[in-house]
């Protein structure tokens, strides 16, 4: 069985991945970065995931009515 792609969900890890590598290379003494501008980073890449998803929920919408389809959410 099929699955949809959900675009909100790859948004959401591409930010926890960043952030996991950020973590990462200051730990290992790459660069430096101060550990409190990570949280808001963090906030702003879900608010980015959020918007991603009523999006792409919007588009889905719209073509399942132009098809004639009925939604289920």
Do not use: Q
């Not at 959900?6 to 730990?27: F, H, M, Q, T, Y």
């Not at 995931?49 to 959410?73: F, I, K, P, Q």
């Amino acid at each position: 069985m099929r699955h949809d792609f959900e675009p909100g969900k790859l948004v959401a890890g591409l930010v926890l991945l960043a952030a996991s590598v950020l973590c990462l290379g200051d730990v290992a003494g790459w660069w430096w970065f101060p550990s409190y501008a990570l949280l808001p980073g963090i906030v702003a890449g879900f608010c980015l995931a959020g918007v991603v998803t009523s999006l792409s929920l919007t588009v889905r919408r719209h073509r399942n009515r132009r098809r004639g389809l009925e939604t289920d959410a």
